[in-house]
């Protein structure tokens, strides 16, 4: 087949094959498969039936785009891998409720609208010791709506060996610019004190930022500020301390701090 033999996208569609699909849908695979088909024939090649590329095309187009996998790195709770499974009664309850109308942002006691955050605030309260708990999408929004809701505007102290990126290209100094704070670094790479903290306080200051390196670690000639000295030198300034904590963890898991352990030593948003 050469390229002038190609049918026209109008022709692909008027096809029986394919007049009986959606026009978007099919439109799209039609001009999908006449391009495929020109860089098959370009390469020497034999296209086949272009209605046929279309169909495939189609099929593509509508097959499911998460699939089961079997997880074989050695890392339990995996990002790109969907995380931990959930287990089957949590499975259960999302088909029970999913399936049908639920009280997601409705008030059943006050018969009124209510809240989807409250599902769950006051259970990680529990869990963690928080006062009050928000559930977003990831580690990056969290910290970005904390520090543009207290932040925006003025200076946000960070150790140097702390401006760490983490998975798909989250950057610490690149969500604090976003969240429209602007960046103090203290410190070096490898030793922070509290002292260089106290040193950078100004009038300006809206907030102290500890970011847990979850990712990597530094080792040998080390120093770093604990949460709850950090919490001291916040709280004699009137400011808060947001600890960027990295997993998540709710129990103790290795050597990964806990959200319950770094509220308790005095974080005021984790």
Same mark, same amino acid.
């Given at each position: ?8 996208v109008?022709?692909l569609? !008027?096809?029986?094959? &394919? #007049? *009986?699909?959606p026009?978007?849908?099919?439109? /799209?695979? +039609? $001009?999908? %498969? =006449?391009?495929? @088909? !020109?860089?098959?024939? &370009? #390469? *020497? ?6 209605? /046929?590329? +279309? $169909?495939? %095309? =189609?099929a593509? @187009? !509508?097959?499911?785009? &998460? ?5 074989a ?22 088909r ?18 209510g ?30 709506l ?21 998975g ?28 260089d ?5 100004s ?16 080792i ?5 500020p ?11 300034h ?7 904590l990295?997993s998540g ?21 984790v």
């Amino acid at each position: 087949m050469e390229l002038r033999e190609l049918p026209s996208v109008d022709e692909l569609l !008027r096809d029986e094959r &394919l #007049a *009986g699909e959606p026009r978007p849908l099919a439109l /799209e695979a +039609a $001009r999908e %498969a =006449l391009r495929d @088909a !020109r860089e098959v024939i &370009l #390469a *020497g090649g034999e296209p086949g039936d272009p209605v /046929e590329r +279309a $169909r495939l %095309a =189609l099929a593509g @187009a !509508r097959a499911p785009r &998460l699939r089961r996998t079997i997880n074989a790195t050695g890392v339990i709770v995996h990002t790109n891998l969907g995380r931990a499974p959930l287990p089957q009664a949590a499975l259960e309850r999302v088909r029970e409720v999913g399936e049908g109308y639920s009280n997601l942002e409705y008030d059943l006691q006050a018969g009124g609208r209510g809240s989807r955050h409250e599902h769950l605030g006051s259970v990680l309260g529990q869990l963690t010791g928080a006062a009050a708990a928000l559930v977003v999408n990831n580690n990056a929004a969290a910290v970005l709506l904390a520090l543009a809701a207290l932040a925006e505007g003025r200076e946000v102290i960070v150790s140097r060996g702390e401006l760490i990126e983490i998975g798909d290209g989250f950057r610490i100094p690149d969500v604090l610019a976003r969240s429209g704070a602007r960046l103090v670094e203290v410190g070096t790479t490898n030793r922070t004190r509290v002292a260089d903290y106290e040193r950078a306080i100004s009038s300006e200051t809206a907030a102290l930022l500890r970011v847990h390196p979850s990712n990597f670690r530094v080792i040998g000639f080390t120093e770093r500020p604990g949460v709850g000295e950090l919490a001291a030198l916040a709280r004699g300034h009137g400011l808060p301390l947001v600890d960027d904590l990295g997993s998540g963890a709710i129990i103790a898991l290795g050597d990964e701090p806990s959200a319950r352990e770094t509220v308790a030593a005095g974080a005021d948003l984790v």
